[in-house]
């Protein structure tokens, strides 16, 4: 049968909880928890040889504990006073289940009669005109308001006595939480590991914004972020190999990252090529990639500025460097604008028959990678537009997405 939750908002229901076992729960881990302090007093004065014994088997029975003791007794420490403290709570719980059960019984017998009762305990809106008729609906209407309350009385109890489990629940947790508290303490470098954890996702996210933004709007400003980010990614990740939170797969994945591996053609043009390609390797390093990057921030405030409002303003940012939808759509499909495509075809077209010219392998190579590396992209897009990301060739073949 339905019924009203208490006066605090409760709903009136049995206290489940097995008491006894709880207390014998408690009353192992204070038990494991004496074993464990013992053995590392004896472990301690084996290995410190206060126990006066001597021999090759000794010694190495020594070396293999080391210091093993100390932890064990830490983990003792902890494991001794939590006993306590869930004993308590069983203690309470028996205490209180039966009380609680025989409450709940309580309101639901007090309900079922006041359900039952004849009369609006809220008064009527249309009484009896009859006056026979309405002294008797008046006397009804009293009389269920009195077992309305008789139930209300049987209500406050039950919240009274969950106040007092939710007392006692809390008891416990604060206990095992002092407990803790004061066994496990993080270093400095545990906590540093969480902050380039954060970092690490956060930098993840704002690479693949100004990923987009590069994209669309394109220019050094967008290179350069996506630059610091490439090389701040690969530092941290370096930092967490070294800490053992992270595998050298993800190492490998941040150092591919930060190699411009479209420019690897580059490499085909001698000593020249080789200086751009480590150039373009380093871009956050290089002085003129922050004045022209300075020089673009300059441009789009300019812009903003003189804008009508922030949509027209963004649209004319965007415009700044791409004329036309067209030059959009290509950069999402192969990261260059119509003018570089049409001029790395040029340069693949006018030189495929002078072999030895150098500007044909560099166009050949960004050339192939490019075809490879937008098909691969727009395959990633349409498995992610399509609510198959997992599916995505990158997410089939991480390595070769990283690479690309």
């Known amino acids: 049968m339905w019924m009203e939750h208490s006066p605090r908002g409760r709903e009136i229901e049995y206290l489940d909880g097995n008491a006894s076992e709880i207390k014998t729960h408690g009353r192992r881990i204070r038990s494991i928890g004496r074993q464990m302090t013992g053995s590392a007093d004896v472990l301690e004065e084996l290995v410190t040889g206060e126990d006066g014994q001597k021999g090759k088997a ?3 029975i020594r070396e293999i504990v080391g210091e093993t003791y100390a932890e064990l007794r830490r983990a ?6 939590t006993g306590p403290v869930l004993i308590a709570y069983g203690d309470a719980v028996e205490d209180l289940q039966p009380r609680i059960r025989v409450v709940v019984d309580n309101c639901h017998e007090s309900w079922t009669v006041y359900s039952g009762a004849p009369g609006n305990r809220n008064g009527r809106p249309f009484p009896p005109t009859d006056p026979d008729e309405a002294e008797q609906a008046a006397a009804e209407d009293e009389a269920r308001q009195d077992l309305y309350e008789d139930w209300q009385a049987d209500a406050r109890a039950f919240d009274n006595l969950y106040d007092d489990w939710s007392d006692a629940f809390d008891t416990a947790v604060r206990g095992i939480g002092d407990v803790l508290d004061g066994s496990i303490k993080d270093s400095f470098w545990d906590n540093l590991d969480g902050v380039v954890s954060v970092v690490l996702e956060v930098l993840g996210w704002v690479g693949l914004i100004v990923a987009i933004a590069g994209i669309i709007i394109g220019g050094p400003l967008f290179a350069l972020i996506g630059a610091v980010i490439g090389v701040a990614t690969l530092l941290l990740t370096a930092y967490q190999v070294l800490r053992d939170d992270a595998g050298m797969d993800k190492l490998i994945i941040a150092i591919i990252g930060v190699v411009p591996f479209g420019k ?3 490499l085909f043009q001698g000593k020249a090529g080789l200086v751009d390609f480590a150039g373009d390797m380093f871009t956050a390093f290089r002085p003129s990639s922050w004045s022209a990057a300075a020089g673009q921030l300059g441009q789009m405030r300019t812009i ?12 004319n940012v965007i415009n700044m460097n791409n004329r036309s939808i067209g030059d959009v759509l290509t950069r999402f499909m192969f990261g260059r604008d119509t003018t570089s495509l049409s001029n790395l075809a040029e340069s693949i077209g006018g030189a495929s028959g002078q072999w030895a010219r150098s500007n044909w392998g560099a166009a050949a190579w960004e050339g192939a990678y490019m075809l490879v590396s937008g098909a691969w992209g727009i395959g990633d897009k349409i498995a992610k537009w399509t609510g198959n990301a997992d599916r995505g060739p990158s997410s089939q073949a991480p390595w070769v997405g990283a690479f690309l």
Request: overall charge neutral; charged content about 15%.
């Open 304 to 315: 903003l500025n003189f804008s009508p409002n922030l949509a027209n303003g963004a649209w």
């Open 76 to 81: 003792g420490n902890m494991y001794e006073p």
């Open 58 to 60: 000794i010694d190495k």
């Open 264 to 266: 690897l053609g580059k």
